[in-house]
């Protein structure tokens, strides 16, 4: 959960803004992880994210396109946000949920790129719990950990898993209307579903995982796979309510992985779900300092360092990382802010970038080994991840 600032009343005007700044390393890094320009680990930009050459590069990189919308599903208002590749074609889903105060956009870094290795990616977010939670008047008063609590509690979570269910009941109606021609490019046999923090305990539940208190669905055997990013597992190691799952996992967490609510009091609690699941197809990428938002996809930049809180790009960010941010901006291009020459900047820009490719790759590979069947990306999890990875990562693997 990540939490406001003093500044929380500028939220929603600083999402975009946001956003473009998450994704200033995320498309630049593609070239190691989606096989956008050269695969050598020689350019500037690979040697500057100290990463080696043998990352995971699926087998094309496609444009993609984008549709929003505002849905009521079983009588809530969710958010949703549509990427899918511009060819024409079937790409299985990835059902995307963002974690407890984030909109729609949020996730971009790994939605994009899993749209561009050639699935579709739905993003979905009940609006109650998405950034308008922040201008309620519990957020006005301060009670952030009263907020998380109820919003992780097991009927905020029993409702969060039928909203998934009744949007995949929905999407099967949705690609019968010749109206919105993205949904017929949806493979609802081919099915995976991700989230972070609020979103990683929704996926988990509907990868098989049960919660005190939350009566089990029946999801279809199309659903293959989860991606849990800062998986929730209860306030203590031992008060973890989530019980192993039936489906293969993927668990994305750091070192850093703190919890901005306060319900937390370690970052090893995020890891406790790891140990309780059954072995067979179960992997955890455990990245060594990635903060709580970044493995969110947010910018490395939180407020109250001194800076323009609209952390818009630089123009000596495009000098450390390059400037490709254009074909992912929306709307009008923004007025830069001062050059900001100091050293820290450019080491939080170098290790965000590194982190969102690490994920990028991993969680990349991890889809096209179990929703493909993609031989080469099992063997690529299995036998060349760990190297690539170096000191900056783990992939432990059960």
């Known amino acids: 959960m990540s939490m406001p600032t003093a500044r929380s009343t500028q939220h929603d005007r600083r999402v975009s803004a946001l956003a473009s700044a998450a994704l200033l390393s995320a498309s630049l890094v593609c070239a190691l992880t989606l096989g956008c320009a050269s695969k050598s680990s020689d350019s500037p930009k690979a040697a500057a994210l100290n990463l080696p050459a043998g990352g995971y590069v699926p087998d094309r990189r496609y444009q993609t396109i984008s549709t929003k919308d505002l849905w009521t599903v079983g009588g809530n208002s969710v958010d949703v946000s549509l990427l899918v590749p511009a060819p024409p074609g079937v ?28 699935y579709a990616v739905l993003c979905v977010q009940p609006t109650q719990f998405g950034s308008a939670i922040w201008t309620s008047r519990r957020a006005h008063a301060g009670d952030f950990s009263g907020i998380a609590k109820e919003a ?22 949705r690609q019968r209307d010749a109206r919105v021609a993205a949904f017929a490019q949806i493979d609802l046999a081919r099915i995976a579903v991700a989230g972070f923090d609020l979103g990683a305990q929704t996926a988990l539940i509907v990868a098989g995982a049960s919660l005190r208190g939350v009566e089990p669905l029946n999801f279809p055997d199309t659903v293959k796979a989860a991606i849990v990013l800062n998986p929730y597992a209860g306030t203590s190691a031992t ?41 067979g197809q179960k992997y955890l990428l455990l990245l060594a300092s990635a903060p709580h938002a970044v493995v969110g996809g947010a910018s490395p930049f939180g407020a ?5 809180t609209s952390d818009e790009p630089t123009a000596e960010d495009d000098k450390i990382l390059g400037d490709e941010t254009a074909e992912v901006e929306e709307g009008r291009r923004k007025k830069r802010r001062r050059i900001d020459y100091s050293l820290s900047r450019a080491d939080k820009l170098a290790q965000s970038a590194r982190v969102q490719a690490q994920v990028q790759a991993v969680t990349t590979a991890y889809l ?3 929703v493909r069947s993609d031989a080469a990306a099992a063997a690529w999890l299995t036998k060349n991840a760990r190297q690539w990875l170096g000191d900056s990562a783990e992939l432990i693997t059960k």
Do not use: C, H, K
């Open 152 to 173: 992780f509690s097991a009927p905020s979570a029993s409702m969060r898993t039928q909203v998934v269910r009744d949007t995949l009941e929905q999407l099967s109606r």
């Open 239 to 279: 008060e973890s309510n989530l019980q192993p799952t039936r489906l293969p996992v993927l668990a994305v967490t750091s070192a850093l992985d703190t919890d901005a609510s306060g319900l937390l009091s370690s970052s090893q609690i995020r890891r406790a779900q790891f140990q309780s699941l059954p072995p």
């Open 91 to 118: 790409y299985p889903l990835v059902l995307y949920l963002p974690g407890l105060g984030q909109s729609p956009d949020a996730g971009l870094p790994w939605r994009q790129s899993w749209a561009q290795a050639g």
């Open 368 to 370: 096209d080994a179990i």
């Open 304 to 308: 109250g360092e001194g800076r323009n």
